[in-house]
C-alpha cells in the first residue's frame, strides 16, 4: 500500500499523539503504581487530542494501552497488578486520527534494575533503530528483520518468532506482516508512501512464548525477561520517517 502525503501527514499527527502517551505514561511509571493507573493516564492523552483508541475494544481488549511486565513480552492487560522497583515494563500503545493510525511500544527500568535488564532493553531499542536505518525505497522488507536480528544475537538474546510488526494506516494491523528475523527470503521491495510499524520483542533466554488463558498477555516460554520497543516508520525518497517521535 501506497500512502499519499496527506495520508501520511493524517498519520504523523496520530504518531504525535502517540508520542505523547509514551511520555506521559513513561513520567508516570514508578513503583507502586499499578498497570491501570498507567491506562488512566493514556486514556487522559487521547481525550485531551481529540483521538480516538485502537486498542481498546480492539478483539474485545479492554484498555487503551498493553502493560507487560518482566518476562511478559506482549498484550499485558492493565490490571490491579503494581509496578515494583526493579521490575522492567513493555508499554505498547496507539491513537487514531482523522481514521489514520499510529503504533509504538517501548521498555523502561522501574528504579534500580539488573545489568542484564538494562542490557536487553538498551539493545532491544538499538536492534529497532538498526532496522529503521534499511527503511529505504528499494531495500527490501526483509532487510528490516535481518538487521534486528543480527544487533539483537550479537548481544546474545534472542529474537520473538511468533508475533511481528506490520504494515499501518487506516487499519492498525495490515499486510505485509514485518518480521523481526531473516524469514529466508527478501521479501518485496520497500517503496516511498509504504508505512510500517516495526516492533522487535527480544528475550534474554529463548524466543519460544506462551499465552496465559485471559487470552492475551504472551510470555516467555523459559521465564526469562522479555523487552519491546516499536515505532510507526513512513518510507519516503530520503528514507525513514519515524512518524512516532515527539
Ligand atoms: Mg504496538
Ligand atoms: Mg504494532
Known sequence: MIRTKDEIAKMRRAGKVVAEIMEKTREFVKPGVTTLQIDKVAREVIERRGARSNFLNYHGFPAVICTSPNNMIVHGIPSKCVIEEGDILSIDCGAIVEGYHGDAAYTMPVGEVSALA???IQVTEKSLYAGIEVMKPGNRLHDIGREVQAVAEAAGFSV???YVGHAIGTAMHEEPQVPNYWPGTPGPKLKAGNV???EPMVNAGDFDTIELDDGWSV???DG???AHFEH????TEDGPEILTLA
Open 118 to 120: 538494562a542490557k536487553l
Open 160 to 162: 520473538v518468532r511468533k
Open 196 to 198: 510500517f510499524a516495526v
Open 219 to 221: 510470555l516467555t516460554a
Open 224 to 226: 526469562s525477561l522479555s
Open 232 to 235: 510507526t516508520i513512513a518510507i
